[in-house]
């Protein structure tokens, strides 16, 4: 075992990285599988059929675009001008609006009210007719077969005709990339498929705002857009931005910015372009936010009541417990000590006869917190919305809850956020809390540290710092500093290597022998946390090596054997780490949480990866006694301040660093801030919320 130290060194200069896997720890992909028994993925299948109802609706209700309120010139200009062109009839209309200035401050709207929700069975599967007319003309453009099924759900009835009008269609097909669509364009056009067709230009549009939502961004700024087109060899992207406008396949914003420079200037805006379901998500978020804050919390319980709940408990436990009684909304930060002081509040509710109810993002987190709280009220975000956990749902279809604490809220995505705000009573209390410094969702909008900056409502933050060696480093770490540590109980260790084979090599013997003998900590309750899936030191190969060592065997279902760590993705984003128990004829059986998963046959290859190493942003929501975080030297364009963090803080307690970065590791605590993300939720909240910064 290496000793403990402070500030690791090696004299491995750092390499860049050799394949093109994303560093970021984008999680594998994964669609529902059918059939599957756990409540997570029925819930997230719930939640998407509940948006896409909510997204149509939303669509109907709207009579024509707002009208712009300024002046613009420019790009800009030519914007407007297309969307008025759609008012007056010259093309085909589609939903718009701008916003060139704040708007007078307005009531929240009534909340939808919903039935209890109806978990569905499974995507409905194509018609086979449609899946072989599909095939048959991707044969013909020199596409691959298989993609068939796939192309036929993602365009719907009418895909064969489609994709021979616009062979660019292709890109909605997940995992197509542009010069594959061009190739297949070419072949079914011939000498008509150019770069500047305008249909190239119109689904390229699309399909850069689709790759941009996974990242992060409800919206992309009309410069940053133009420019991606242009890189992608569209020869006019602004025009390509237009014809997608006009032809209703993305919208157009005008958000405000600063103040006017004299009483003779026009409000400065900034024109932004994105896909209507986030715009949507965003709009509804905001609406349901503002509902939450303007709405006063339901006198269920005697001010006195409160007051001696806040009495008896300490510190800033006592601050979110007043907050929480006379407000809709509370924001709550810490980090894993702080959990504390959610579930005092929740106590002390429970205690007044409130219906008071937390919720977790992953079911590893919901084990954690209920061993916090005095009876029962714990549930995941995606079982809470789809009726399969918590209190279920009032007769006009909100949550039958006083109180909400939704714990990991950074995790929360802009639709998740929505569907949670739009299913709350008037007069109920919601609490965001989390640690605002670990990696955000995986998903569009920025919700937590957004509403943190916007100041719309109480922020308590907590004074309880998480314990020890570890506490220290990890706290270090998110206010920019790597401080040096004592670690007499060798709680942090730092192994340096020199290549990639010698990082593989040593985290191995790290979890396999090392930590259970030095630590006592067991392999089965290591958790290996690498920056991405490819590369040297990737999670394919960590897992590779770690099954050798520790679960050997010949991979008798689709390269699993009883006994595997596995994490599996019942939907994109989501991951949830399990172990294989066994397989039969309906498919590989998992036990995700003491929960008993059925994955089916032919979703196994696209859902389910082997656990024993992680990426960060898989590992988020979840902690395990120890930890070993892998920076080998290929991983320097990945990291930074809260990608470390939230490594460094997946260990209860132990953590080794097998470092092979150098200096990286440092500059990126110091250096390298969390990668920005374009959101309108500050200004749709500024003028519904006196007060709401932008």
């Not at 509710?349 to 714990?378: C, D, I, K």
């Not at 930074?640 to 307690?653: E, G, L, Q």
């Amino acid at each position: 075992m290496e000793h403990a130290v402070s500030t690791p060194e090696t004299p491995e200069e750092p390499r860049s990285a050799d394949d093109g896997t994303p560093a970021d720890g984008t999680p594998a992909d994964g669609t529902p599988a059918e059939g599957a028994q756990v409540s997570e993925a029925e819930a997230e299948l719930a939640a998407q059929r509940l948006e896409r109802e909510r997204i149509e609706r939303r669509k109907a209700e709207r009579q024509g675009p707002i009208e712009a309120g300024t002046k613009l010139s420019g790009t800009a200009a030519d914007l407007l001008a297309a969307v008025r062109a759609v008012e007056s009839g010259e093309k085909p209309s589609a939903t718009m609006f701008e916003e060139a200035r704040p708007a007078p401050r307005r009531p929240a709207p009534e909340p939808v009210r919903r039935a209890p929700v109806v978990v569905p069975e499974g995507p409905a599967a194509p018609a086979e007719g449609t899946v072989g007319e599909v095939r048959e003309v991707l044969t013909r453009g020199g596409a691959p077969a298989a993609l068939a099924a796939a192309a036929a759900a993602a365009l719907g009835e009418g895909a064969a005709e489609l994709l021979r009008e616009d062979p660019w269609q292709l890109l909605r097909v997940p995992g197509v990339r542009p010069e594959q669509a061009d190739g297949f364009a070419r072949a079914l056009l011939g000498g008509e498929a150019g770069p500047g067709d305008e249909r190239r230009g119109r689904a390229l549009t699309v399909w850069l705002l689709e790759q941009a939502a996974p990242a992060g961004h409800t919206v992309l700024e009309m410069a940053a857009l133009t420019e991606a087109l242009g890189r992608q060899g569209v020869p006019g992207p602004e025009d390509a931005v237009r014809n997608a406008i006009a032809e209703g396949d993305v919208l157009v914003f005008q958000d405000a910015v600063g103040e006017p420079v004299g009483e003779d200037e026009e409000q400065p805006v900034r024109v932004l372009v994105g896909l209507e379901r986030c715009a949507l998500a965003e709009e509804s978020l905001a609406d349901g936010l503002a509902r939450l804050v303007s709405s006063a919390p339901k006198q269920d319980g005697a001010a006195e009541e409160w007051e001696r709940a806040a009495a008896a408990a300490e510190g800033s436990a006592a601050d979110l417990i007043r907050a929480a009684s006379g407000h809709g909304l509370v924001l709550h930060t810490g980090g894993e000590a702080a959990l504390a002081e959610p579930a005092a509040l929740l106590d002390a509710a429970h205690g007044m006869g409130l219906r008071a109810w937390a919720a977790t993002y992953s079911t590893v987190g919901r084990e954690r917190f209920a061993s916090r709280v005095q009876g029962p009220g714990v549930a995941t975000v995606a079982g809470l919305l789809s009726g399969s956990e918590g209190p279920g749902r009032d007769p006009e279809g909100a949550l039958a809850v006083d109180l909400l604490v939704v714990l990991d809220a950074p995790q929360l995505d802009v639709e998740t956020a929505a569907l949670l705000t739009e299913s709350l009573p008037d007069g109920a209390r919601l609490v965001l809390s989390g640690d605002p410094a670990v990696l955000w969702s995986v998903g569009p909008g920025r919700v937590f540290a957004d509403l943190l900056t916007a100041r719309a409502c109480p922020q308590v933050a907590s004074r309880r710092p998480d314990p020890g060696p570890l506490g220290e480093l990890v706290s270090g770490v998110g206010v920019g500093e790597l401080l040096q540590v004592e670690a007499p109980e060798k709680e942090v260790v730092i192994v340096p290597v020199r290549d990639a084979g010698e990082a593989v090599h040593r985290t191995v013997q790290l979890v396999a022998d090392s930590v259970p003998r030095a630590i006592g900590v067991p392999a089965e309750e290591t958790q290996v946390i690498t920056p991405g899936h490819g590369g040297a030191v990737g999670t394919r190969v960590l897992n590779a090596a770690l099954k050798d060592r520790l679960n050997p065997g010949p991979g008798r279902f689709a390269g699993f054997d009883p006994g595997d760590r596995v994490a599996w993705s019942p939907v994109p984003g989501r991951t949830l780490p399990g172990r294989v128990v066994g397989a039969d004829a309906e498919g590989l059986r998992l036990d995700c949480a003491g929960e008993t998963v059925v994955v089916p046959r032919d979703r196994v290859e696209q859902t389910v990866r082997h656990g024993w190493a992680l990426t960060a942003h898989q590992a988020v929501g979840s902690r395990w006694p120890a930890a070993v975080v892998v920076l080998p030297g290929d991983a320097v364009p990945a990291l930074n301040r809260p990608w470390i963090y939230t490594a460094f803080s997946r260990a209860d307690r132990h953590l080794s660093v097998v470092h092979g970065v150098d200096q990286a590791l440092q500059r990126a605590v110091t250096d390298i801030p969390a990668k920005p993300r374009t959101t309108r939720l500050p200004a749709l909240l500024a003028p519904q919320l006196p007060g709401a910064a932008e």
